[in-house]
C-alpha cells in the first residue's frame, strides 16, 4: 500500500514556542492530506483537511492561528503548532489517499507525532 | 444528525473468537472501514464494507447491513498480538469519514 511518512515522531518543547510537524507521501501524490489530534483513550479528531495549493479547511472549534497548516507540494504537508501550551500535548497524526488505490477512499496514516509541551 | 457507536472495552482469551459491533446513523453513506491501532501508533487499514454482507479476510471478517446501520468486526484464533484499539468509521454523503471513539480489545492468556 501507500507510504505516509510523518516526522518527528516525538517532540518535547517548552510552553511558549512553535512545533512544525511534517507530512510526506512516499510513493503517490496527494492533493489532500488530513491532520488529526487523538488524545489519550479517544478517537480520532479531525483538525483539517489539507489542501495542495489552497487554504486548509479547519474543522469546527480548531484555531486556525495556531494550527499553521502548510500544502506546498502534492508530497507535503506541514502542520505547525504555534505558541504551543501544555493542553496542546497530544498525538498529531496525518492522513492522506491514494486517488490511484481503488474507489475505497482507504486513508494511509503517517506514524504520527507525539508532542509534550512543558 | 450523524453518529457512531461502538463498545469501548472487550475482554477476550487466546485462541477464541470476539465480535466487536459498531452502529451508526446517518443520512448519506458511502462505505464503513475498520482500523486497527496499537497504542501509541497510527491506525492500519483492516476492511471496506459499502455493500451489504460479509468481507472476509483471514482471521478477520467484517459484516455490513445498510439497512440496519450495523457493523461487525470479527477476529478468530486471537492472539495476543490482537491486543489493540479497533475503529470503526464510515464515510458521509460528503465522503468525509465519521469516527467511532474504538473499542480497546484486550486478549487474555
Known amino acids: 500500500g501507500a507510504v505516509v511518512s510523518q516526522h518527528p515522531s516525538w517532540v518535547i518543547c517548552k510552553s511558549g514556542t512553535s512545533v512544525k510537524i511534517e507530512c510526506r507521501s512516499l510513493?503517490?501524490?496527494?492533493?489532500?492530506m488530513f491532520w488529526y489530534r487523538q488524545f489519550p483513550k479517544q478517537s480520532l479528531m479531525l483538525m483539517a483537511t489539507?489542501?495542495?495549493?489552497?487554504?486548509?479547511?479547519?474543522e469546527q472549534g480548531v484555531e486556525k492561528d495556531k494550527f499553521l497548516i502548510n500544502h506546498a507540494s502534492l508530497t507535503l504537508s506541514t502542520l505547525t503548532v504555534t505558541s504551543a501550551h501544555p493542553e496542546d500535548s497530544s498525538f498529531y497524526i496525518c492522513?492522506?489517499?491514494?486517488?490511484?488505490?481503488?474507489?475505497?477512499?482507504?486513508?494511509?496514516f503517517g506514524e504520527g507525532s507525539r508532542l509534550t509541551v512543558l | 444528525g450523524q453518529n457512531i457507536d461502538q463498545p469501548t472495552e472487550m475482554t477476550a482469551t487466546e485462541g477464541a473468537i470476539v465480535q466487536i459491533n459498531c452502529t451508526y446513523q446517518?443520512?448519506?453513506?458511502?462505505?464503513l472501514f475498520w482500523y486497527q491501532q496499537h497504542a501509541g501508533e497510527a491506525p492500519t487499514f483492516l476492511s471496506y464494507?459499502?455493500l451489504d454482507g460479509l468481507e472476509e479476510k483471514g482471521r478477520f471478517s467484517s459484516f455490513l447491513s445498510r439497512s440496519k446501520g450495523y457493523s461487525y468486526l470479527l477476529l478468530k484464533e486471537l492472539q495476543m498480538k490482537d491486543s489493540a484499539s479497533y475503529l470503526c468509521?464510515?464515510?458521509?454523503?460528503?465522503?468525509?469519514?465519521?469516527w467511532g471513539a474504538g473499542t480497546k480489545l484486550i486478549i487474555k492468556p
Open positions: 464494507n459499502v
Open positions: 489539507s489542501n495542495e495549493g489552497s487554504k486548509a479547511t479547519y
Open positions: 510513493d503517490f501524490q496527494a492533493t489532500t
Open positions: 468509521a464510515f464515510k458521509d454523503s460528503n465522503y468525509q469519514l465519521i
Open positions: 446517518t443520512s448519506g453513506f458511502n462505505g
Open positions: 492522513s492522506a489517499r491514494d486517488p490511484t488505490s481503488g474507489d475505497t477512499g482507504e486513508l494511509f
